[in-house]
Nanobody, 113 residues
Framework: QVQLVESGGGLVQPGGSLRLSCVAS???????TDWYRQAPGKQRELVAG??????IIYTESVRGRFTISRDNAKTVYLQIDSLKPEDTAVYYC?????????WGQGTQVTVSS
C-alpha cells in the first residue's frame, strides 16, 4: 500500500522558518514530485515541484523563500523561510507511481504572531 507521510509543520511567527518532510513507502517505483498547499476557503495550489526533466519550479509567491530538495525519489523536503501569514495552509506532498497520483494527509503550517 502506497503511503506518503508529511511532517514538520507547526506554529511559527512571521519571518520564521520550517522544514517540511515527505516520505513515501509501499512501492519501489513511486516518486514524490510536488508540494502543494491549501489555505482555508481556497483551492489547493502548487507550491514547488520537480519536472520530468529535473527542473525545479516554484509558484511566484514563494520564489526565493521556499526551497524544494530531495535525498532520493522517496524523501523530499520543503524548506520554508521568511514565512508570512499568507503562507498559512495545510501543505501536501504529491507522488506519482505508474501514472497514478498519491497524496499525503497534509501537515499544518500556521504563521501568526
Amino acid at each position: 500500500q502506497v503511503q506518503l507521510v508529511e511532517s514538520g509543520g507547526g506554529l511559527v511567527q512571521p519571518g520564521g522558518s520550517l522544514r517540511l518532510s515527505c516520505v513515501a513507502s509501499g512501492s519501489i517505483s513511486i516518486a514524490i514530485t510536488d508540494w502543494y498547499r491549501q489555505a482555508p476557503g481556497k483551492q489547493r495550489e502548487l507550491v514547488a515541484g520537480f519536472t520530468s526533466g529535473g527542473t525545479i519550479i516554484y509558484t511566484e509567491s514563494v520564489r526565493g523563500r521556499f526551497t524544494i530538495s530531495r535525498d532520493n525519489a522517496k524523501t523530499v523536503y520543503l524548506q520554508i523561510d521568511s514565512l508570512k501569514p499568507e503562507d498559512t495552509a495545510v501543505y501536501y506532498c504529491r507522488g506519482v507511481d505508474m501514472r497514478k497520483e498519491y497524496w499525503g494527509q497534509g501537515t499544518q503550517v500556521t504563521v501568526s504572531s
